[in-house]
């Protein structure tokens, strides 16, 4: 089975600042990796995704991701945030090459303050 | 199409009252998924539709739950004699056959057992 785990629940930047949200994953197999973003009281809107090929994912809004086989990590990144970004950022996994369930981490608060 | 839409938005029920929540995926997408996520915690999956067949179900998924997809169309979750712990946020989500699995979700449905 695979599991995703994100160390960070909240993470407080300022606007114009740099970020990086964590997430590793576990899994004995090769897996599809995603990034999706969820404003309040809203659905799940993905930001990017690792399917195989370069292990740099660039994504909507300026975020973009890099997969690690060896760390086992596919960590977020944004060079310069908005205030529009706050939101909660969810990792998942899922089996590559199926159209199994995604696991999700539980979940990155990004607070950016002015 | 706009996107996958999800009836009600919210719902507030009393212990031991039947609800049932509907799902309208994508149109072109032959695959369904129901989620349910609980405050500060990433989605869980539930379970699974291909067309009309129940593929996969997660041992969340109670007796007390039944989802369907008669048509392959729109779907609905049934949650019978609903107890407390059934508050939480249900999400659906819908995908193209192919082994990528981006999965498009819903705005969900809020569920509040008083």
């Known amino acids: 089975a695979q599991s995703v785990t994100q160390l960070d629940s909240q993470v407080p930047v300022f606007e114009e600042a740099p970020v990086e949200l964590r997430c590793n994953y576990s899994s004995s197999v090769s897996v599809y990796l995603f990034w999706y973003v969820q404003y309040p009281n809203q659905g799940l809107q993905l930001l990017l995704k690792y399917l195989s090929g370069s292990t740099l994912v660039k994504g909507i809004n300026g975020f973009e991701a890099e997969f690690n086989k060896s760390q086992t990590s596919f960590h977020l990144r944004k060079p310069s945030v908005h205030i529009s970004d706050t939101a909660e950022y969810f990792c998942a996994v899922t089996l590559a090459g199926t159209a199994s369930k995604l696991t999700f981490g539980t979940g990155t608060r990004l607070q950016v303050m002015l | 199409d706009t996107g996958v839409s999800q009836d009600p938005r919210h719902k507030i029920t009393k212990r031991g009252q039947n609800v049932t929540f509907r799902c309208d995926p994508i149109s072109e997408h032959n695959r369904l998924y129901w989620y349910r996520q609980t405050l500060g915690q990433g989605p869980e999956f539930l379970t699974y539709f291909q067309n009309e067949a129940q593929l996969e179900k997660s041992r969340l998924l109670s007796d007390r739950f039944s989802a369907e997809r008669p048509k392959g169309s729109f779907s609905t979750l049934e949650i019978q004699r609903t107890e407390q712990g059934d508050s939480a946020m249900y999400l659906c989500?819908?995908?193209?056959?192919?082994?990528?699995?981006?999965?498009?979700f819903g705005p969900g449905t809020r569920l509040t057992v008083l």
């Open positions: 989500a819908s995908s193209e056959t192919g082994n990528y699995n981006e999965q498009f």
